[in-house]
């Protein structure tokens, strides 16, 4: 099975094509701005490197976040796309498992910790399993950045993050770590892609100005 799997959660994005769990290609990209955003070219190089045209694909996988939002807003456009342009499922999966399945971590409790600014982190509990898959204990949530370290410690786990901190394991969120996360993506199926959304976490700030200036929710659609 022919995987492409696209995640970009944070100002990193991550792209690659697997057959089964076998890496075929990997690509990482900057995700800061317009003028620097290259995640589509590097799923046209994901995929000319993996020998494989898109007509190829059996399935797409997206990190579903928490994670900056207009990365994430960009990534899922793509894989929705593209899901669309090949008929093929769509599914998602957690930014932070992505970023525990990424880890150089054994089995046990992995606390995954995104910084989400205003002093906040998005955490998620997951176990990893003697065969190396991930168990999705706690879903997302946020929490104060200085409540990360006791938080852990009450769970019994270890801190996991792209933040570079006395005692926690530094990895980033990538998409060519799926395969870690078969048993997750297995489990929650395809997604409608007519009406999927990635978990943005929070709401945009442009969002929370224009709530606060008007006084009322944001009309959807």
Not at 100 to 116: F, I, K, Q, T, Y
Not at 122 to 129: K, M, N, R, T
Not at 175 to 203: F, K, M, N, Q
């Amino acid at each position: 099975m022919i995987t492409l799997a696209i995640d970009a959660s944070t100002y990193r994005g991550s792209v690659a094509v697997l057959d089964d769990a076998r890496v075929l290609a990997a690509e990482h990209v900057a995700m800061r701005g317009a003028e620097h955003e290259h995640l589509m070219p590097a799923v046209v190089a994901a995929l000319e490197h993996a020998g494989r045209a898109a007509r190829d694909i059996d399935r797409v996988v997206c990190g579903r976040g928490p994670g900056s939002f207009t990365s994430l807003r960009i990534a899922g456009s793509i894989a929705k796309g593209i899901a669309v342009g090949v008929a093929r499922p769509l599914f998602a999966v957690s930014s932070l498992a992505l970023l525990v399945a990424a880890a150089p971590a054994r089995s046990g409790r992995h606390l995954a910790a995104l910084d989400a600014l205003r002093g906040e982190f998005y955490v998620g509990l997951y176990e990893i399993w003697p065969d190396l898959q991930l168990c999705e204990l706690e879903s997302a949530r946020l929490i104060l950045s200085d409540r990360v370290d006791a938080f852990a410690a009450e769970l019994g786990a270890t801190v996991v993050s792209p933040m570079r901190q006395a005692g926690w394991i530094q990895s980033q969120p990538d998409a060519a770590a799926i395969d870690r996360c078969a048993a997750l993506i297995a489990e929650s199926g395809p997604v409608d892609v007519r009406t999927w959304e990635p978990l943005y976490g929070r709401l945009a700030e442009a969002q929370v100005r224009w709530e606060s200036t008007h006084g009322r929710p944001l009309p959807a659609g």
